[in-house]
């Protein structure tokens, strides 16, 4: 079976971070965002992954060879020259996806997280026998997305409605389908939206039916949401394989933290914290809601809440970082500094406080 991961677009939402690595590689809960996917995809017999890439292609490639070793599948690259949309990308890797075998090939956006239920949704695309399936997720704010009206004993889809004024119903595209290779007919050359053009047509023709996913979803494509994603995430690790968290006297709620990471003494830790791997986190620092990336340091006493802190960045002894604040890779805190909401370009030095939220370049 195959897989095509939509990668285009430049990370934008998620600078600074993105600044140093294309947004698939960002770690998430201590791996990069990518391979959440891939392994979830491997695990259901996925032997085949194509990227569309248009940024970064070589970081990406590089970083895939590790990859494509350890969990022995084959991952390649779709180059766009211009951004393509989310259809444009299928109708380019077309020689990649069909092979021939009828078989259906999972589409993914790159920035979902959810617990995957590729299974699941197999078992569902071969039942309803149309020619596309969606997976959709219930949200409490239907008319900031494209919400998808669809027939609730069978799935069938009848039509998006895009932002709808009045209540039409709570489902969204959750950015996960399982596609036969007919439907890559159906998409012409060219930069395309599969949402606003192709599942349109689909549906027209009675060939689309939707699943509604079970467990947590969220788009990590931006800060809040990030942070939202990662205790979302712990939430469902804690179901699923509680001995994945750390526990200990330091620590509050879901903490996840890396065999090579190294805690002090009188730590308050969580709840909702990832620390990554060679991190140092001194005596006495209190951490809740927030990512500490690869190589970080967290000096005495510090406190950071709703903020992510990137790769080998220093947090001074009784710096207090909140409110989303956004360290990008490379970035030293001084001492007693107090940020709300700075967003922090790379290799910076902050010497003075941060007061209102907005970017330090």
Partial sequence: MKALILVGGFGTRLRPLTLSLPKPLVDFANKPMILHQIEAL?????????LTVNYQAEVMLNFLKDVEAKLEIKITCSRETEPMGTAGPLALARDKLVDGSGEPFFVLNSDVISEYPFK??????KAHGGEASIMVTKVDEPSKYGVVVMEETTGKVEKFVEKPKLYVGNKINAGIYLLNP????????????IEKETFPKIAAAQGLYAMVLPGFWMDIGQPRDYITGLRLYLDSLRKKCPAKLTTGPDIVGNVLVDETAKIGEGCLIGPDVAIGPGCVVESGVRLSRCTVMPGARIKKH??????IIGWHSTVGQWARIENMTILGEDVHV???IYSNGGVVLPHKEIKSNILMPGIVM
């Fill in 42 to 50: 491997k695990a259901v017999g996925v032997d085949e992954v194509v």
């Fill in 120 to 125: 699941e949704m197999i078992e569902f695309h």
């Fill in 182 to 193: 007919s439907v890559v007919d159906k998409i012409e050359l060219r930069p395309t939206s």
């Fill in 302 to 307: 510090a406190c950071v809440s709703s903020s």
């Fill in 334 to 336: 001084r001492d007693e």
